[in-house]
T-cell receptor
Framework: RKEVEQDPGPFNVPEGATVAFNCTYS??????FFWYRQDCRKEPKLLMS???SGNEDGRFTAQLNRASQYISLLIRDSKLSDSATYLC???????????FGSGTRLQVQP | GAGVSQSPSNKVTEKGKDVELRCDPI?????LYWYRQSLGQGLEFLIY????????KSGLPSDRFSAERTGGSVSTLTIQRTQQEDSAVYLC???????????????FGPGTRLTVL
């Protein structure tokens, strides 16, 4: 079983739609959680950290459920520019490196 | 420079040759990481440097892979006797602090695309 699992998609949604991605992680001792965004043939860039209390940044909302070991990302009012691959990322206790999911591809269509 | 830089941006080599990939982290960042991303795959951790501490090499796939970081800044990833399965994008990242808390934001370089023929 992969340490971090994501639905690869693609998710094809129209502009203005709301879309949600989930991610599950296997290590219950995982400590920190992030969503990164990766555009085609570009490096990953931090989108947002994920906190237990949930956090929001504009149209983006991230949630963490430690009991069920999953993380979610909600994007409201999708824009064409949101088209990218969204990577779920976990840092395990005692490690420093990021463990990445394989990513969920989002395609927002006009 | 403002961000992490890597060179070369693209490298094509023949099977069996050695290659060196370079990473210049953001100035002042104490932690440096190497990852690789194969086509259509997620990122795979390779090695981590933090200050003068011994590096975490737990992600290196074989003894053909090695890395060093001189003077706590620039890092070089070396792959000896390259194989076709080594073809991937090699990404370097740096962060200001090594803590595993939420403040540990890793900034990635643009990567080196390695193709082994």
């Amino acid at each position: 079983r992969k340490e971090v699992e994501q639905d690869p998609g693609p998710f094809n949604v129209p502009e203005g739609a709301t879309v949600a991605f989930n991610c599950t992680y296997s290590n219950s001792a995982s400590q920190s959680f992030f969503w990164y965004r990766q555009d085609c043939r570009k490096e990953p860039k931090l989108l947002m950290s994920v906190y237990s209390s949930g956090n929001e940044d504009g149209r983006f909302t991230a949630q963490l459920n430690r009991a069920s070991q999953y993380i979610s990302l909600l994007i409201r009012d999708s824009k064409l520019s949101d088209s990218a691959t969204y990577l779920c990322v976990v840092i395990d206790t005692g490690r420093r490196a990021l463990t990445f999911g394989s990513g969920t591809r989002l395609q927002v269509q006009p | 420079g403002a961000g992490v830089s890597q060179s070369p941006s693209n490298k094509v080599t023949e099977k069996g040759k050695d290659v060196e990939l370079r990473c210049d982290p953001i100035s002042g960042h104490t932690a440096l990481y190497w990852y690789r991303q194969s086509l259509g795959q997620g990122l795979e951790f390779l090695i981590y440097f933090q200050g003068n501490s011994a590096p975490d090499k737990s992600g290196l796939p074989s003894d053909r892979f090695s890395a060093e970081r001189t003077g706590g800044s620039v890092s070089t990833l070396t792959i000896q006797r390259t194989q076709q399965e080594d073809s991937a994008v090699y990404l370097c990242a740096s962060s200001l602090h090594p803590s595993a808390g939420g403040s540990n934001t890793q900034y990635f370089g643009p990567g080196t695309r390695l193709t082994v023929l």
